[in-house]
Every structure is written in C-alpha cells, then in structure tokens.
C-alpha cells in the first residue's frame, strides 16, 4: 500500500504563491510518473502538471490555463512532487491532488491518490 501525503495549501491574495508538497510512503520500489489534479467546485477533475521519472527524462507537462505560472519538481530520494505556484488567480482556487505511479517492492503497479489540498485565491 502507497500513501501520500499533502501540504502547503492555504488562503492567498491574487498574484502571490504557494508551494504545494505530497509525499509518498511506503514499500515503493520505484516511482514513475507523478502529476497534480485540481477540481474546482462544479467542475470535473484536470490535470494541472506531471512529471515524468527521470529515466525517463523527467518531462514536465502543464495544463495550458498554468504554463509560466507553475512549475513542477521532483525529489527522488524523498519520494515527493512539488508544485511552485506564482502569480496565482482567482481562477485557480480550488482542491488540489497529488498523484503517483509506480512499482511496489512485491511487484504490483500502484496508481495513488493525495486526500487533497484546499487551495483558495482572492481577489
């Protein structure tokens, strides 16, 4: 079993930032690809930016509503994605979600999910 874990969300003024953090725990045997979702009230869940495993380049992906705004890393030796968010509006409120993919030490895929994290932006 994989858990992940979030933080950093919070309350901000529009045009500041926050940093979001989730880390995984457990018998991981390998991380693959790791991305953040956001569903805002109403609203399906989307991707807001993914990172591939490093092996594989470590490509990053942004939804289009994000590019230049947020950035996406990871740190392998702790297991954990970040996501740097600046210049942050109104419209990116919303629950944000961590999720991982990868390789448990018996062998089995896992595709977790974070419990969320509120992130809310005024104007």
């Known amino acids: 079993q994989v858990q992940l874990v979030e933080s950093g969300g919070g309350l901000v003024q529009a045009g500041g930032s926050l940093r979001l953090s989730c880390a995984a725990s457990g018998m991981i045997l390998r991380i693959n690809g790791m991305g953040w979702y956001r569903q805002a009230p109403g609203k399906q869940r989307e991707l807001v930016a993914a990172?591939?495993?490093?092996?594989?380049?470590?490509?990053?992906n942004y939804a289009d509503s994000v590019k230049g705004r947020f950035t996406i890393s990871r740190d392998n030796a702790k297991n954990t994605v970040y996501l740097q968010m600046n210049s942050l509006e109104p419209e990116d409120t919303a629950v944000y979600y961590c999720n991982t993919q990868g390789l448990t030490h018996w062998g089995r895929q896992f595709d977790s999910w974070g419990q969320g994290t509120q992130v809310t932006v005024s104007s």
């Open positions: 990172i591939t495993a490093m092996t594989s380049g470590g490509a990053t």
